[in-house]
């Protein structure tokens, strides 16, 4: 069984350009969540979704930044005309439907804004 | 809402040795999950352990258990004949409730960073 799957690891782009994340969440997951992580902090809360829903985006970004999860393909988190305090590793999670789960994470993507 | 309280920045220990890395939180939520994540220089964020606050046994998991003080909010993870894959960024996370329950989110805290010394 695949873990969560991001891509790509690494993506640089420059000040005002778009950058799209991608998550695959493990198999017979249908919660996924985005994190963020700044340098030298901890992971902070961005969103959760299901399948073609946003159930909580509250720690969202009100401007530049979406998210979707839809029925088919993975999830994706959209960042347009990137800042460079955009830089960040975003962390994808995910659980499987039920209460009492554990939340998997991916391997993070990194977003390098110059 | 929930907050999470790591004291300790940096942490030490030589191999083989015994080590324990400090947590307390804040929640006005009665059921909750209590996690520690490990980071290691991969960045990776791997579930090292969990514990569920209905729960007054302490989670144990190999070399790795938690002295889990409901009354006192404190979740300290105890690593056990440490070793040198153990060096990594620790952090400790709640969760409001069971993970995969509408309203979900971990709240993490800042992180320890700990060194093994071979």
């Known amino acids: 069984n695949a873990g969560v799957m991001q891509n790509p690891r690494h993506l640089v782009r420059r000040r005002g350009q778009e950058a799209r994340l991608r998550c695959s969440p493990m198999k017979g997951h249908s919660h996924v969540y985005w994190y963020r992580q700044l340098p030298e902090e901890g992971l902070k809360f961005m969103v959760y979704l299901q399948k073609e829903n946003i159930i909580d985006e509250s720690g969202m970004p009100k401007e530049r930044f979406s998210a979707e999860f839809p029925k088919e393909g993975p999830s994706i988190l959209r960042i347009q005309q990137v800042v460079r305090g955009d830089s960040a590793a975003y962390f994808c999670?995910?659980?499987?439907?039920?209460?009492?789960?554990?939340?998997?994470f991916g391997e993070g993507s990194w977003l390098t804004v110059v | 809402a929930q907050t999470v309280t790591q004291s300790q920045p940096e942490m030490s220990v030589q191999e083989a040795e015994t080590v324990t890395l400090s947590c307390t939180y804040d929640?006005?939520?009665?059921?909750?999950?209590l996690f520690w994540y490990k980071q290691p220089p991969s960045r990776q964020m791997i579930l090292v352990i969990r514990?569920?606050?209905?729960?007054?046994q302490n989670a144990t998991e190999n070399r790795f258990s938690v002295n889990f003080q409901k009354a006192a909010k404190s979740f300290s993870l105890k690593i056990s004949d440490s070793q040198l894959g153990d060096a990594a960024m620790y952090f400790c996370?709640?969760?409001?409730?069971?993970?995969?329950?509408?309203?979900?989110?971990?709240?993490f805290g800042e992180g320890t960073q700990l060194t093994v010394n071979p």
């Open positions: 996370a709640i969760h409001p409730g069971p993970p995969g329950t509408s309203g979900s989110r971990l709240t």
């Open positions: 999670a995910s659980s499987p439907t039920g209460s009492g789960n554990t939340i998997y």
């Open positions: 929640t006005s939520e009665s059921d909750y999950y």
């Open positions: 514990q569920e606050a209905y729960k007054q």
